[in-house]
């Protein structure tokens, strides 16, 4: 199996407008369940149904190849290598989401399904508004060449991929996707759609390279001042469905507007320019007097409307916030024992919980750890531990997956670690206090757990704290070291 290969695969039929719409439905609800992404990666593939079960889709089984291609030839490393006369099951190329929606656009019966699905994806980026959570692999952002070819065929909805295009987009990595919406004005000039997608555009850089030398939004307008006044339309009606989008805590909406004016009359290039740099372009005249004066003069009025911030952060924010609210008051209200409780809620909920539990307790059926498989564990913690879960969105922040989760894991289990290992005997815990445990028989069932986990975790090596806890253990005569290195010997 290769780095990028993904796990969920969603079946249809070629030249079936019927396969094909259950084939959207079945993509939405996994964008709308938030399954469409595992450990920071796109996990989805769509293939063809054939005699032996099914293949991967070539770009042969589409007749729109002319946009197909269009579509991967722009961002970063695009070309002809994406688009071979065979996509091979070796083959490290995931453009099964292109190809799929390529062959979609070829059925208008389709359209209402695929634009409802466009806007979960939409929904998707900007929740996470954080491109390190959108990667198909490591060279490709998933989402971008199917809104392209839909804002191609459909220039009405140019908005989506606009829309799409989040404010915290990595720029240093995921370069060269700023062309899709510059070849879109390229291909329309300054439409009404166009207009729409540029009000839309949350990312400065973007925005400003939607203007070419032969096509700068603010030179439309001051030829015809009258469509200033639709411009501001569009901007007030874009505010009214949605705030702009941002996740710094210190957003200015001032500061935004005054962008957003000098994104009218800057043509873009590699990199990001702020109108601070440029007073000789914010001085020029607008409308009724200079860019600067028009901007701050809008600013005002809105603000009135809409408020002085202008912007709302991306619902992972929010959540992020909360989980770290959550993780310090219950790490101020902790006692003795929670971490072990909140483990049992959690660990019962693998394949044979029950069996896995008493293990940790009696050290009985050791036989039970070989029949646990590798587990994703960051979806049982977040069901059936609000303790852990908020620990590990502390420790791990935005990256939080399986690996990191492997990686954090004494900080996230560091209570743990106190109340099973590092626990003084003359606190003078009863029984009941210490689960019926003894002071040795505690750090036993530390390293039961620590079993548990290992399996779960694939039987891949344990980080370095980890093994430095089990080496205190090993001081501790809890196990010999070559009965540790034969424990957690990784595969």
């Known amino acids: 199996m290769n780095q990028f290969d993904k796990n969920i695969k969603i079946e249809l039929s070629i030249n079936d407008a019927n396969s094909l719409k259950q084939a959207l439905i079945e993509y939405q609800n996994y964008l709308r369940n938030d399954k469409a992404v595992f450990n920071s990666l796109f996990d989805i593939e769509f293939v063809a149904k054939d005699a032996d079960g099914h293949r991967r889709l070539q770009i042969s089984d589409t007749e729109n190849i002319r946009i197909l291609k269009d579509s991967l030839n722009m961002a970063q490393e695009g070309g002809r290598h994406y688009y071979p006369k065979h996509i091979t099951e070796d083959m490290e190329i995931y453009v099964s989401e292109a190809i799929f929606f390529a062959m979609v656009l070829e059925y208008p019966e389709l359209k209402e399904q695929m634009i409802s699905t466009a806007q979960s994806m939409v929904e998707l980026s900007r929740r996470y508004n954080d491109t390190s959570d959108m990667w198909v692999d490591d060279m490709r952002i998933f989402g971008v060449e199917a809104l392209y070819m839909i804002a191609r065929t459909y220039p009405e909805y140019s908005y989506l991929l606009a829309q799409f295009i989040i404010p915290y987009w990595d720029d240093e990595h995921a370069v060269g996707y700023q062309d899709y919406l510059h070849h879109l004005v390229e291909i329309n000039g300054w439409t009404q759609d166009m207009i729409k997608a540029f009000v839309w555009c949350d990312n400065h850089h973007f925005r400003q390279c939607m203007n070419n030398e032969n096509a700068i939004l603010g030179q439309e307008i001051k030829k015809n001042p009258e469509s200033y006044f639709s411009f501001v339309k569009t901007l007030n009606q874009r505010l009214e469905e949605e705030l702009f989008l941002s996740t710094i805590d210190d957003s200015d909406g001032k500061e935004f507007i005054l962008d957003l004016f000098f994104s009218l009359f800057w043509v873009g290039e590699e990199y990001y320019e702020v109108p601070e740099d440029h007073k000789e372009v914010m001085d020029q005249f607008f409308i009724t007097n200079t860019i600067e004066y028009q901007a701050l003069n809008l600013y005002k009025k809105l603000s009135e409307s809409f408020g002085e911030n202008l912007f709302h952060k991306a619902l992972a924010a929010v959540e992020e916030e909360e989980w770290e609210d959550l993780f310090q008051e219950l790490k101020e209200n902790y006692e003795f024992g929670n971490s072990y409780r909140e483990l049992k809620s959690t660990?019962?909920?693998?394949?044979?919980?029950?069996?896995?539990?008493?293990?940790?307790?009696?050290?009985?059926?050791?036989?039970?750890?070989?029949?646990?498989?590798?587990?994703?564990?960051?979806?049982?913690?977040?069901?059936?531990?609000?303790?852990?879960?908020?620990?590990?969105?502390?420790?791990?922040?935005?990256?939080?997956?399986?690996?990191?989760?492997?990686?954090?894991?004494?900080?996230?289990?560091?209570?743990?670690?106190?109340?099973?290992?590092?626990?003084?005997?003359?606190?003078?815990?009863?029984?009941?206090?210490?689960?019926?445990?003894?002071?040795?028989?505690?750090?036993?069932?530390?390293?039961?757990?620590?079993?548990?986990?290992?399996?779960?975790?694939?039987?891949?090596?344990?980080?370095?704290?980890?093994?430095?806890?089990?080496?205190?253990?090993?001081?501790?005569?809890?196990?010999?070291?070559?009965?540790?290195?034969?424990?957690?010997?990784p595969e």
């Open 347 to 489: 660990f019962i909920h693998l394949p044979n919980g029950e069996e896995i539990w008493n293990y940790i307790q009696t050290g009985e059926s050791s036989l039970t750890l070989k029949k646990i498989s590798e587990t994703a564990l960051l979806p049982l913690f977040k069901n059936y531990s609000k303790y852990f879960y908020s620990a590990i969105k502390h420790h791990i922040g935005s990256r939080c997956d399986e690996e990191n989760l492997r990686y954090y894991l004494f900080d996230i289990i560091k209570e743990l670690s106190f109340d099973f290992v590092d626990f003084e005997e003359e606190f003078g815990f009863d029984d009941e206090d210490t689960f019926g445990f003894n002071g040795d028989e505690l750090r036993l069932a530390y390293l039961r757990i620590l079993d548990v986990f290992f399996y779960c975790f694939g039987k891949k090596k344990f980080p370095r704290p980890i093994h430095k806890m089990i080496d205190y253990l090993v001081e501790l005569n809890c196990l010999t070291k070559e009965e540790s290195i034969e424990r957690y010997k």
